[in-house]
């Protein structure tokens, strides 16, 4: 059994040497797009994972909005899709950490434990070991919090229901984040993508629970979290949408990524702050 799970894409999704590493991620999140939020932080992100040459950007403009809660969220509850691994329900890590080039995030042991508890849930080293949908999240996590842990989920064949049950148990109040990790459509033309995505988009914005693969990678662990969202009566708001085509500059096949904050609904009188004001203080 492996204490910590070392970083498996470092060097190819994202760079490898610690200072590289630190610098792409600050660029990303100064350059994220300043907009006013709401001075509560989102209860929930929805982010792409491909390399950070293609996602990197719109992966920044949510991580910026939960800048003003770096002291606050405790615990971040991952949510992603299986890319190699083939696996039943849910899989949760054995190793107690888990290693980037900017260090090591413990894994939330008591809430394994709680997670460990519903029959869809299980441990699996062979879903975690390669998989880089949790793993590009990280860099950006150690950058924007304090001190946090993780329980990470690599999400396989699994129902709506079975994953709402597990988001539903580790829900928490404003110490845990809920991220869920999913590129959009993959390998189609430019245009066609663009039209493909924004139906995605609305859909999601719905709550619709009725995303398939062909729409997102994450299409289990977006339908599970929106069940617990319209229970919850959470808003979403479309922070950003773009595609590879856009950051990369092929546009022949391109993989689609967008980025989602959900918050529960604003009552009127909210003071209101920037995300630059937030992420500049959570850079300095």
Not at 26 to 36: M, Y
Not at 57 to 85: D, E, F, K, M, Q
Not at 124 to 131: D, M, N, R, T, V
Request: with cysteine; proline share 7%.
């Amino acid at each position: 059994m492996q204490a910590v799970r070392p970083a498996a894409v470092a060097g190819m999704f994202y760079p490898e040497a610690p200072s590289a590493l630190s610098n792409s991620v600050r660029d990303f999140l100064a350059q994220a797009a300043p907009r006013a939020i709401d001075s509560a932080a989102p209860k929930a992100l929805i982010v792409p994972h491909a390399g950070y040459v293609y996602s990197g950007p719109v992966a920044a403009s949510a991580y910026a909005r939960i800048a003003g809660a770096r002291a606050t969220i405790r615990r971040v509850v991952l949510l992603g899709p299986v890319h190699r691994v083939p696996i039943r329900g849910l899989a949760l890590p054995v190793a107690r950490a888990f290693a980037t080039p900017l260090g090591t995030v413990e894994v939330d042991a008591a809430a394994v434990a709680e997670a460990l508890a519903l029959p869809q849930v299980r441990t699996s080293e062979a879903a975690h070991a390669l998989e880089h949908a949790l793993e590009v999240q990280l860099p950006f996590l150690q950058t924007i919090l304090e001190e946090f842990r993780i329980v990470p989920f690599a999400v396989g064949d699994a129902t709506a229901a079975e994953v709402a049950a597990v988001i539903d148990r580790l829900w928490g109040g404003p110490e845990t984040l809920i991220l869920v990790s999913s590129d959009l459509s993959h390998y189609h033309p430019y245009d066609q993508a663009k039209a493909i995505d924004r139906g995605t988009v609305e859909e999601i914005l719905a709550l619709t629970s009725a995303i398939d693969h062909e729409q997102a990678c994450g299409a289990t662990p977006i339908n599970g979290f929106a069940v617990c969202a319209r229970r919850r009566s959470l808003a979403g708001e479309l922070l950003d949408l773009r595609n590879s085509g856009d950051t990369a500059g092929d546009k022949s096949r391109v993989v689609g990524y967008a980025a989602f904050a959900f918050s529960e609904r604003p009552v009127a009188g909210t003071p209101m702050t920037t995300t630059a004001e937030v992420t500049e203080e959570a850079l300095a």
